[in-house]
């Protein structure tokens, strides 16, 4: 089984080099081997692991969330249960997000539908932003 450098992990993985460090810091990737050099020599199954952790950090898991979904894939007999609550909790939170978002959105359309092109001291972008009780959204 041919171990690999750092450099090589981060290529392979799609995470940074001082990302892996820090994940190792932290404790989601265990403190690899090091060659003659004092090199880290990473394994395969350290890569999976990081190609895991990327993908879970792309969908906005949070660290101790990943911490969690780790422990359980480390030991695949257990229930699912917690994995299906993580999942949940943080559809939930993109939820929120989109709703929040919306609503910005809308806000932004109507501060820029109702600026007349004028002046600026007639700009309703420029009152909104100066006074949030305009706002139609008070939510964002």
Do not use: W
Not at 25 to 38: C, D, F, K, V
Not at 64 to 75: G, M, Y
Not at 108 to 134: F, N, P, S, T, Y
């Amino acid at each position: 089984m041919k171990k690999i450098t750092i450099g090589e992990a981060a290529r392979q993985s799609g995470v940074k080099v001082p990302t892996i460090r820090y994940y190792e810091g932290i404790g989601l990737l265990r403190a690899p081997s090091r060659s003659e050099g004092n090199q880290r020599a990473y394994e395969p199954s350290d890569l999976s692991r990081l190609t895991f952790i990327r993908h879970a950090r792309e969908l906005g898991f949070e660290v101790e969330a990943i911490r969690t979904l780790l422990s359980l894939q480390d030991n695949p007999l257990q229930p699912c249960a917690s994995a299906d609550a993580i999942a949940k909790a943080r559809l939930a939170d993109v939820e929120q997000r989109i709703r929040s978002l919306t609503a910005l959105k809308a806000e932004l359309e109507m501060m820029v539908e109702g600026c007349g092109h004028g002046r600026v001291d007639q700009c309703r972008v420029i009152e909104v932003l100066a006074d949030h009780a305009e706002c139609m959204h008070h939510a964002h």
